[in-house]
């Protein structure tokens, strides 16, 4: 499209001369505020009009976005770098040690002194040092294949100060709230004492074991999600014997 005069496009029309392209006004020219009369002579000569006084136009700001800053992520250790046991026979494997003597005087009752996962990522131990429950060790055990109603059994070996070497059942149910965990105490562990456990396994009507290792392990627990799983270890033991030591230790 060319620009021009209305008076400069007639004339070179008239002439037959080319109409030769005319850049539009710079900006800052415009014909508001002006009257009809000037704006029709303007584009009739090809005159610029200047804006009118006070008329000139403001330009709009561009809005600049702003960029939030998002929350970081709440640190926490990811299951990939829990350590984890080492397998030593079939079925079994090997838990870290505790810490130096050191590291045990710095931590406190409540802190965790070993923390590892079973060799398939099953399961999670999580040791204790002493603290209002007693002078012993405790030990917090999470097998999250664990159903709601059938229990799985995981033994815990460890030595104690003498040398000699101990056995504790640990039953594991998956409760109405919170993760599928027992929590029992580990007597006689300690500083030196050497810590084992075997793959969590689904007990049923045929599954035996000596009485002194039943007493002993439902003795160990320390809360009632532990004491409900032994309840429900007994309900499904076909031995009346070992049903009716578990009962008479849980009172």
Avoid: C, K
């Amino acid at each position: 499209m060319t620009t021009g005069s209305v008076l400069a496009r007639s004339w070179r029309s008239f002439t037959g001369r080319p109409l030769s392209y005319v850049p539009p006004p710079p900006s800052g020219h415009g014909r508001d505020g002006h009257s009809l009369g000037r704006r029709v002579w303007a584009s009739f000569t090809g005159a610029q009009l200047r804006p009118a006084r006070g008329r000139t136009a403001t330009p709009t700001p561009t809005p600049t976005p702003v960029v939030l800053p998002q929350p970081l992520p709440l640190p926490q250790r990811a299951a990939a770098d829990r350590p984890r046991a080492v397998a030593v026979a079939p079925g079994w494997f090997a838990l870290p040690r505790l810490p130096q003597a050191g590291g045990l005087a710095a931590a406190g009752g409540d802190s965790v002194l070993i923390e590892a996962s079973s060799p398939d990522g099953s399961a999670r131990f999580l040791v204790r040092g002493p603290g209002a429950t007693g002078p012993d060790h405790r030990l917090e055990l999470i097998v999250d294949t664990a159903g709601a109603d059938r229990p799985l059994m995981t033994a815990v070996g460890y030595t104690g100060p003498d040398g000699i070497g101990r056995l504790l059942l640990v039953p594991v149910v998956r409760g109405r709230f919170g993760p599928p965990a027992s929590y029992v105490r580990l007597p006689g562990f300690g500083a030196g004492s050497s810590l084992t456990a075997s793959d969590a396994g689904p007990v049923g009507p045929a599954s035996s074991w000596s009485p002194e290792q039943v007493a002993g392990s439902v003795r160990a627990a320390l809360n009632e999600a532990t004491r409900e799983a032994w309840r429900q270890v007994g309900a499904l033991l076909a031995d009346d014997d070992l049903r009716a030591v578990i009962d008479r230790e849980l009172g």
